[in-house]
């Protein structure tokens, strides 16, 4: 792991390349991982970089840069989402793309890991532009996806409509429909039931797991939550609905704090009426770092990626942190986590109802059979409940943390596929 020591600055504390390397190793080392594996798991299979025209609305053509990364398609097609923004980086869609692999290697869906990204500013752009962009985009990489080989989602600033020019834009050059190319689609042309709030239901059925396995109740236990996005908003809810006190939400605009509970439906509703959650009645102001380190049981970072440093983690008083988001803690702050005794539940256990809900939607999509929501919810909580339990036996088992535990248990199942399968060297 990295060690929290002044040589090793902030930057490198947060790349994200950097974070899942430190804990691949740390778990690798710990499985005593042969050689020649250690070599094809840590390195990437496939990287593209595409530079891009998009004519813009008003008629000049801008050049653009995507990425895809396949990390590794042993157990199945690459699997991940694909994100706008100003910021991206090859290491951290190749980060993202690892992270992918051990997820879904986690839940044991047949899967490898994959993420695209477009350096972009999407809120500057019109709806025109980012259909052009994305169709763009989608056809210089079109020979690198499909089915069969990588199944593109949404990610940060993409969503159904994003998808599903990629699947229009897919299918026109196959000269058919092809629905499976992506998931996370409108419901309408393929997408599935469930699928939008399924990260959020699953953070919550792993709260619950974590709350059985340290014999905490669930009915009043205090939740603190970053983010009130996709993710944040529905685990508040359902978690609310099941008797959790939801007692914080820090949002990046600020936050909002009651000791009482905060009324999650409420919040929604005024959130969708006026776009914010800042001066909602229900609740008093507190800035979202103060939020992150105030008096709870629960905290579910889901807003984004590096938000429990080492500037902070030492200030943590929750004793479980499920995260919700990629990536929202790095090894330097896992360390002074772990002297703390927090029970962590890792992303790549914590958020993966996500995917296990795409991969239905990719199971339906193929059979042209729609299932009932309820079907989805309950097989996919299933499906982590298992994974839970799957991964604190690993723990106990060779005396290390969940995340560690979730990372041997990972790439031990790649590993052994690829053994299964013999390396075409
Ligand atoms: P989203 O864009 O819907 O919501 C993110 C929310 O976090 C937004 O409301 C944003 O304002 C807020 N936010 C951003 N930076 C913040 C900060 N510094 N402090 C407080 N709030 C901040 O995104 P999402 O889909 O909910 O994804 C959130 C995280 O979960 C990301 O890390 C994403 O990769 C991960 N994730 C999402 C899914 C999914 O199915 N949506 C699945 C797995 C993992």
Sequence with gaps: MLIATSAITLDREINPWEAQSARFEFAARKLNLDENLWKVLSTPSREIIVHFPVTLDNGKIEMFTGFRVQHSIARGPGKGGIRYAPDVTLDEVRALASWMTWKCAVVNIPFGGAKGGVICDPKKMSRGELERMTR??????IDFIGPEKDVPA?????????????????????????????????????????????????????????????????????????????????????MMERGYKIVGIAEFEGGLSNPKGIDIHQLLDYKRRNNTILGFGGAEAMPSDELLVSECEILIPAARENVITSRNAGQIKAKVVVEGANGPTTAVADDILAEKRIFIMPDILANAGGVTASYFEWVQDRQGYFWKEADVNERMESILRDSFDDVVRYSEAHNVNNRIAAYMLAIDRVAQTIRQ?????
């Design 136 to 141: 763009r985009y989608t056809s210089e990489i």
């Design 154 to 238: 949404p990610d940060m600033n993409t969503n159904e409509q994003t998808m599903a020019w990629i699947m229009d834009t897919y299918s026109m050059h196959q000269g058919h429909t092809v629905t499976s190319v992506v998931t996370g689609k409108p419901l309408n042309i393929g997408g599935s039931r469930g699928r939008t709030e399924a990260t959020g239901r699953g953070v919550q059925a792993i709260c619950d797991e974590s709350m059985r396995y340290l014999k905490m109740n669930i009915d009043g236990c205090r939740v603190v939550i970053q983010g009130f996005g996709n993710v944040g908003s529905n685990a508040a809810r359902l």
């Design 421 to 425: 399968r013999g390396i075409y060297a």
